[in-house]
T-cell receptor, first 113, second 114 residues
C-alpha cells in the first residue's frame, strides 16, 4: 500500500525567503506524486505533478519539486515566499492514474511580512 | 471551461436526517471521485466511479453512505441517518480517466450535523 508523510504540520517563513515543505512517500510501485494547495475556503488546486518523466518538476506560482527515489522524497520548494502563498499544502501519491489519491496530512504555510 | 461544481456549498442538518450532495464533473471526464475532509482525519477517499465499471466503494465508512452516478456524468452522494461525526467538507474530483491524469477538485460541500 502507498502512503505519504508530510514531515511538518506547520511551516512559517518570512516574505522573500525560501520555502521548503517536506514530503516522503511509500509505494510498492512507481508512483505518481502531486502537490496540491488549498487556500482558506477555496478548493484544492494542483501545483505540480510527477509522473516518471523529469525528476525536477516545475509548477505554478514559482513552485517546484524534485523526485528522489533513493530518498523516497518529493519536497516542495520555492525560492522566495510571497504573502499569497500562505495556505495548506498537500503531498499526494497515486500508484496508478485512476486510483484514488492518498493524501498527506497537510502542511500549513504561514508567510510573515 | 467550467470546472467541477458541487451543490449545495453548505448544508446544515439535524442528526438522523438524510442528505444528498451533488457533483457535476468536468464534461468529458470519465472518472469521478468523492473524498471527505475533516478535522483530525485529513482528506480521505470515499468512492470512485470509472466509466461503466462497478464503483470502488472501499472508502465508504459505513452502510449509511452511498453514491450514484447517472449517465456517466452527475453524481450524488447520499448520507442516511446523519450523525455528528459526518460533519466535514465533502469534495468531488474528476479526471479524464487515463493513467497519470490530474484529478480536478470542486469547491466542496460543507456539511454540519447538529
Amino acid at each position: 500500500a502507498q502512503s505519504v508523510t508530510q514531515l511538518d504540520s506547520h511551516v512559517s517563513v518570512s516574505e522573500g525567503t525560501p520555502v521548503l515543505l517536506r514530503c516522503n512517500y511509500s509505494s510498492s510501485y512507481s508512483p505518481s506524486l502531486f502537490w496540491y494547495v488549498q487556500h482558506p475556503n477555496k478548493g484544492l488546486q494542483l501545483l505540480l505533478k510527477y509522473t516518471s518523466a523529469a525528476t525536477l518538476v516545475k509548477g505554478i506560482n514559482g513552485f517546484e519539486a524534485e523526485f528522489k527515489k533513493s530518498e523516497t522524497s518529493f519536497h516542495l520548494t520555492k525560492p522566495s515566499a510571497h504573502m499569497s502563498d500562505a495556505a495548506e499544502y498537500f503531498c499526494v501519491v497515486s500508484v496508478q492514474g485512476n486510483t484514488p489519491l492518498v493524501f498527506g496530512k497537510g502542511t500549513r504555510l504561514s508567510v510573515i511580512a | 471551461g467550467a470546472g467541477v461544481s458541487q451543490s449545495p456549498s453548505n448544508k446544515v442538518t439535524e442528526k438522523g436526517k438524510d442528505v444528498e450532495l451533488r457533483c457535476d464533473p468536468i464534461s468529458g471526464h470519465t472518472a469521478l471521485y468523492w473524498y471527505r475532509q475533516s478535522l483530525g482525519q485529513g482528506l480521505e477517499f470515499l468512492i470512485y466511479f470509472q466509466g461503466n465499471s462497478a464503483p470502488d466503494k472501499s472508502g465508504l465508512p459505513s452502510d449509511r453512505f452511498s453514491a450514484e452516478r447517472t449517465g456517466g456524468s452527475v453524481s450524488t452522494l447520499t448520507i442516511q441517518r446523519t450523525q455528528q461525526e459526518d460533519s466535514a467538507v465533502y469534495l468531488c474530483a474528476s479526471s479524464l480517466g487515463q493513467a497519470t491524469d490530474t484529478q480536478y477538485f470542486g469547491p466542496g460541500t460543507r456539511l454540519t450535523v447538529l
